[in-house]
């Protein structure tokens, strides 16, 4: 039999150091794991002639700050399979340093394994890279490190981030039509009126004829914005510089995000988004063993909407001051009735974070089905939108030509 040097949790979270015999790793790793520890590193003892498992001790590059969304969730998920299959964490960090894709990230994991084999824990290593690693990831993995089921955290993480994922692309389905729509219709119409009206201004005046009110509109417009472009380009850079500038400041961002939750159509499928967002993040906290005052103040700074985050922030100090949480919650109208009285009796009965994912589950499919809604009600809207504007300016130019054959026939 072997000696075999480990680094390992217990169920406690402590960190313990040891050796362990048998005749192959694996066989050391599965004796270690029936003792409940979380393996962070093993290697064979050598009697002072330590074998590394990884090359270390070169200067890692540093890494981007971004990582695109999918490949955090495969890394998550793979992390979480490999763990649980009995694999040490630091040789998972490395084999998936290796498989992943993006250089960057693979750079990343790369300073995450020297970290961890310098003594950090992976909740500090993750820390480093806060663009990467939301708060929501770096406290679920505390919490599994406290707990000593970092393997079962890093599941519910992984399937935390689909759903999430999912629900972002199913805004970005929503949204993509009526952008593309509206950027066709601008398009088309600055078309026309920048390269088609004009050549029949000329016609026009040789013309007796006195032009339709619309008519005029239609060539004066054509006009300005042909012979004007240095007035309303700059307006428009101007007004847009301005709206970003407005909704970076803290009323300019507390406004808009209420307009969001308040815009006719769009209104209401935001407020479904941030209910099942914020039902869905608060059960995975505390399903993870996040204190409900942490995960309130962290599900309300990934809310995406100012006013749920006040909510939450008043809703935890009401908390901690003893009250139940459906308490305060029901004085937020961007709370529904529906919700506040779930989570009420979640609270009651012991089961909150499995109502919250009830919640969450009925608020996803409120979306799926508002999405298509809005994809059927948004195509005939735009084609009347664009029918209106081009075939307005179409009978603006056709008008005067009808006028003159009429009194060439008499």
Same mark, same amino acid.
């Given at each position: 039999?072997?000696?075999?040097?480990?680094?390992?949790?217990?169920?406690?979270?402590?960190?313990?150091?040891?050796?362990?015999?048998?005749?192959?790793?694996?066989?050391?790793?599965?004796?270690?794991?029936?003792?409940?520890?979380?393996?962070?590193?093993?290697?064979?003892?050598?009697?002072?002639?330590?074998?590394?498992?990884?090359?270390?001790?070169?200067?890692?590059?540093?890494?981007?700050?971004?990582?695109?969304?999918?490949?955090?969730?495969?890394?998550?998920?793979?992390?979480?399979?490999?763990?649980?299959?009995?694999?040490?964490?630091?040789?998972?960090?490395?084999?998936?340093?290796?498989?992943?894709?993006?250089?960057?990230?693979?750079?990343?994991?790369?300073?995450?394994?020297?970290?961890?084999?310098?003594?950090?824990?992976?909740?500090?290593?993750?820390?480093?890279?806060?663009?990467?690693?939301?708060?929501?990831?770096?406290?679920?993995?505390?919490?599994?490190?406290?707990?000593?089921?970092?393997?079962?955290?890093?599941?519910?993480?992984?399937?935390?981030?689909?759903?999430?994922?999912?629900?972002?692309?199913?805004?970005?389905?929503?949204?993509?039509?009526?952008?593309?729509?509206?950027?066709?219709?601008?398009?088309?119409?600055?078309?026309?009126?920048?390269?088609?009206?004009?050549?029949?201004?000329?016609?026009?005046?040789?013309?007796?004829?006195?032009?339709?009110?619309?008519?005029?509109?239609?060539?004066?417009?054509?006009?300005?914005?042909?012979?004007?472009?240095?007035?309303?380009?700059?307006?428009?850079?101007?007004?847009?510089?301005?709206?970003?500038?407005?909704?970076?400041?803290?009323?300019?961002?507390?406004?808009?995000?209420?307009?969001? $939750?308040? =815009?006719?159509?769009? #209104?209401? !499928?935001?407020?479904?988004?941030?209910?099942?967002? *914020?039902?869905?993040? @608060?059960?995975?906290?505390?399903?993870?063993?996040?204190?409900?005052?942490?995960?309130?103040?962290?599900?309300?700074?990934?809310?995406?909407?100012?006013?749920?985050?006040?909510?939450?922030?008043?809703?935890?100090?009401?908390?901690?001051?003893?009250?139940?949480?459906?308490?305060?919650?029901?004085?937020?109208?961007?709370?529904?009735?529906?919700?506040?009285?779930?989570?009420?009796?979640?609270?009651?009965?012991?089961?909150?974070?499995?109502?919250?994912?009830?919640?969450?589950?009925?608020?996803?499919?409120?979306?799926?089905?508002?999405?298509?809604?809005?994809?059927?009600?948004?195509?005939? $809207?735009? =084609?009347?939108?664009? #029918?209106? !504007?081009?075939?307005?300016?179409?009978?603006?130019? *056709?008008?005067?030509? @009808?006028?003159?054959?009429?009194?060439?026939?008499?």
């Amino acid at each position: 039999m072997a000696k075999f040097k480990y680094v390992a949790k217990d169920s406690g979270g402590s960190k313990t150091k040891g050796t362990v015999e048998a005749d192959t790793e694996n066989e050391a790793l599965s004796t270690l794991r029936r003792e409940n520890l979380i393996v962070i590193s093993i290697k064979k003892d050598m009697g002072g002639k330590d074998i590394k498992l990884f090359g270390s001790g070169t200067k890692q590059k540093q890494p981007r700050a971004h990582v695109k969304s999918k490949d955090l969730v495969v890394f998550t998920r793979q992390l979480s399979t490999m763990m649980s299959s009995g694999i040490s964490l630091l040789e998972c960090l490395e084999v998936l340093s290796e498989q992943v894709d993006d250089k960057g990230f693979a750079l990343v994991i790369k300073n995450i394994v020297e970290d961890i084999r310098a003594g950090a824990d992976l909740s500090e290593a993750l820390q480093k890279f806060p663009k990467i690693f939301s708060n929501i990831y770096i406290n679920m993995i505390k919490a599994g490190e406290a707990s000593g089921q970092l393997d079962t955290i890093l599941d519910r993480l992984a399937g935390y981030q689909e759903s999430a994922m999912k629900l972002r692309g199913e805004i970005k389905s929503a949204m993509t039509y009526p952008v593309i729509s509206i950027t066709l219709v601008v398009g088309i119409s600055l078309f026309l009126l920048i390269g088609i009206i004009p050549k029949f201004e000329a016609i026009f005046k040789g013309l007796d004829v006195k032009l339709p009110a619309i008519t005029q509109f239609v060539l004066a417009l054509s006009s300005f914005i042909k012979t004007k472009s240095y007035i309303w380009v700059p307006l428009i850079i101007v007004l847009v510089i301005a709206f970003i500038m407005w909704k970076k400041t803290e009323g300019g961002r507390r406004q808009w995000d209420w307009l969001k $939750l308040k =815009i006719p159509i769009f #209104g209401e !499928l935001m407020r479904k988004v941030a209910i099942s967002r *914020f039902a869905r993040t @608060f059960a995975t906290l505390i399903q993870s063993g996040v204190d409900i005052l942490n995960a309130l103040h962290i599900v309300g700074k990934t809310s995406g909407n100012i006013i749920i985050e006040e909510a939450l922030v008043d809703c935890a100090e009401t908390v901690r001051e003893g009250e139940a949480l459906s308490t305060p919650l029901a004085k937020y109208p961007v709370f529904p009735p529906m919700v506040v009285r779930m989570i009420g009796i979640g609270e009651k009965s012991g089961s909150l974070e499995t109502l919250l994912e009830k919640i969450s589950d009925f608020y996803e499919q409120e979306v799926s089905q508002t999405v298509e809604s809005l994809t059927s009600l948004i195509e005939p $809207l735009m =084609i009347s939108v664009m #029918g209106v !504007l081009v075939g307005g300016m179409v009978v603006a130019i *056709f008008l005067p030509i @009808f006028k003159v054959q009429e009194s060439l026939r008499k």
